[in-house]
């Protein structure tokens, strides 16, 4: 069973939210909030698998919700945003959310991206992927906690694998193109983001697009 935290302060696309989660085998909606600070003590509280976060919410917004979930190990955090909010989807995805969602996302594709969460993979919405990849890449890096150099603690696999990411590309889809099982490849992704000190798979994609991988 994947747990679900829900946070939106919208009630009424909240319950719509919680409606299509809980009709899905599988999915347990464990609590609901409505707002980012509600979110944090809730995670905390309930300890559930994701966050489905809403970006805009009074008290704290998602992106620092998203950063204190996150830092604290609480939950994976995936970001719910609206087509013209990329400063918030590049904030929540430094922050350490493992992908974001439209909010006019289909009932089926919001349960297929909970699911796919839970497998330990992340998820951006397929509309938007190239557009978020290239302006991400296209800013000059602020402040990174990355050298360059910490690349070269890499194998020639994780680099490959690395450079997969880049492209967006899910388990299943590298180990096909790389020819190794997808459990293998999952080893490879846990053991990349320790040595790149990165949080999420999502953050390693933009970082192979922004040095070059």
Known sequence: MIRVLVAEDQSAVR??????????????VVGEAADGAQAVALARELRPDLVLMDVQMPRLDGV?????????????????????????????????????????????????????????????????????IAEFAARPVRGTSVDPAVLDTLTRREREVLSCLGEGLSNAD????????????????????????????????????????
């Open 64 to 132: 620092s919700a998203t950063r204190e979930v996150v830092a604290e190990g609480l939950a994976d955090v995936l970001v719910l945003t609206t087509f013209d909010l990329d400063e918030y989807v590049f904030g929540a995805l430094r922050a350490g959310a493992v992908g974001f969602l439209l909010k006019n996302t289909e009932a089926k594709d919001l349960i297929e991206a909970v699911r796919t969460v839970a497998r330990g993979e992340g998820i951006v919405a397929p509309a938007v992927t190239r557009r978020l």
């Open 15 to 28: 319950a719509g939210l919680v409606l299509i989660l809980r009709s899905a085998p599988g999915i347990e």
């Open 174 to 213: 590298i180990a096909e193109r790389l020819d190794m099982a997808e459990a293998t490849v999952k080893t490879h992704v846990s053991r990349l983001l320790g040595k790149l000190e990165l949080r999420s798979r999502v953050q390693a994609a933009v970082l192979a697009q922004e040095l070059g991988v």
